[in-house]
């Protein structure tokens, strides 16, 4: 690897932590020693990096620091051009118009000789064919953003539930499957709900005084509660949303 390749390396590692790291796991992620990250930290400040820290101390990138000019590999290249493809395809109209935005200014920064791998076309991502939701994603992602409370209505099964208000914290995206994770002002639980047994959902103009943030750290903390009464109850398509591989459904956490 060339020494310049390897200084970009260790700004992009440093900007990934957003805290300071210390010399030996720069050396361990980089694959160098110890002695070489001090000397290419010492290069980095001379060029005008602001980075703060020393041996024996640990190093951070101070917020604001200005990166060499865009560069990818081949794979980063092919990662963002398939998290492209799944975006425009798995989501909604808006995300999709944002993701083809940001690949073609991506594309005008890219040296003339990377260009042409942003058409790769060796991996192909799906469309989902499913139905439109009774919200447009759009919509629920600026209620997730905004902590406006939903008003919901169910189908099916679920139907004679009637009208309820509830506090939306995260969207989950599974293949074709779509969940709302919330909090449910009628029985004070939180709730993961599948989209596809809505009959209609209304954002509401009045917001959640809560922090959004602050209530997906306690539903996950819930989540995390060693607990065996609901065991068999989460469904495979949530789990990933729902729990850890190692943590059960707990009762504070309905399913619907």
Same mark, same amino acid.
Request: aromatic share 6%.
């Given at each position: 690897?060339?020494?310049?390749?390897?200084?970009?390396d260790l700004?992009q590692?440093?900007?990934?932590?957003?805290g300071?790291?210390s010399?030996?796991?720069?050396?361990?992620?980089?694959?160098?020693?110890?002695?070489?990250?001090?000397?290419?930290?010492a290069?980095?400040?001379?060029?005008?990096?602001?980075?703060?820290?020393?041996?024996g101390?640990?190093?951070?990138?101070?917020?604001?620091?200005?990166?060499?000019?865009?560069?990818?590999?081949e /794979?980063?290249?092919? @990662? $963002?051009?398939?998290?492209?493809?799944? +975006?425009? &395809?798995?989501?909604?109209?808006t995300?999709? #118009?944002?993701?083809?935005?940001?690949?073609?200014?991506?594309?005008?920064?890219?040296?003339? /000789?990377?260009?042409s @791998? $942003?058409?790769?076309?060796?991996?192909? +991502?799906? &469309?989902?064919?499913?139905?439109?939701?009774? #919200?447009?994603?759009?919509?629920?992602?600026?209620?997730?953003?905004?902590?406006?409370?939903?008003?919901?209505?169910?189908?099916?099964?679920?139907?004679?539930?009637?009208?309820?208000?509830?506090?939306?914290?995260?969207?989950? #995206?599974?293949?074709?499957?779509?969940?709302?994770?919330?909090?449910?002002?009628?029985?004070?639980?939180?709730r993961?709900?599948?989209?596809?047994?809505?009959?209609?959902?209304?954002?509401?103009?009045?917001?959640?005084?809560?922090?959004?943030?602050?209530?997906?750290?306690?539903?996950?903390?819930?989540?995390?509660?060693?607990?065996?009464s609901?065991?068999?109850?989460?469904?495979?398509?949530?789990?990933e949303?729902?729990?850890?591989?190692?943590?059960?459904?707990?009762?504070?956490?309905?399913?619907?």
């Amino acid at each position: 690897m060339s020494r310049s390749h390897r200084l970009f390396d260790l700004m992009q590692v440093l900007r990934r932590h957003r805290g300071t790291v210390s010399g030996t796991t720069l050396a361990r992620e980089l694959g160098v020693s110890l002695r070489t990250i001090r000397r290419d930290v010492a290069t980095l400040q001379s060029m005008g990096m602001d980075i703060d820290g020393e041996a024996g101390v640990g190093y951070i990138l101070r917020p604001g620091s200005l990166l060499p000019p865009l560069t990818f590999t081949e /794979e980063e290249i092919q @990662a $963002l051009v398939i998290g492209a493809q799944w +975006v425009s &395809r798995q989501t909604d109209v808006t995300l999709s #118009l944002a993701v083809r935005n940001a690949v073609a200014k991506i594309n005008a920064v890219l040296p003339p /000789e990377m260009r042409s @791998a $942003l058409d790769d076309d060796t991996v192909y +991502v799906g &469309r989902c064919m499913k139905a439109a939701p009774p #919200l447009d994603l759009g919509d629920m992602r600026r209620a997730l953003r905004e902590q406006r409370k939903l008003s919901i209505t169910f189908s099916g099964e679920h139907a004679d539930l009637g009208e309820q208000t509830v506090w939306p914290i995260m969207l989950g #995206l599974f293949e074709s499957n779509r969940f709302i994770a919330a909090w449910c002002e009628l029985d004070s639980q939180f709730r993961v709900i599948s989209i596809d047994d809505l009959a209609g959902v209304q954002v509401l103009s009045e917001r959640y005084t809560r922090n959004r943030r602050q209530l997906v750290k306690e539903w996950h903390a819930l989540e995390l509660r060693p607990c065996n009464s609901r065991a068999g109850l989460a469904d495979p398509n949530v789990s990933e949303l729902t729990r850890s591989p190692t943590a059960v459904a707990c009762p504070d956490t309905q399913i619907l």
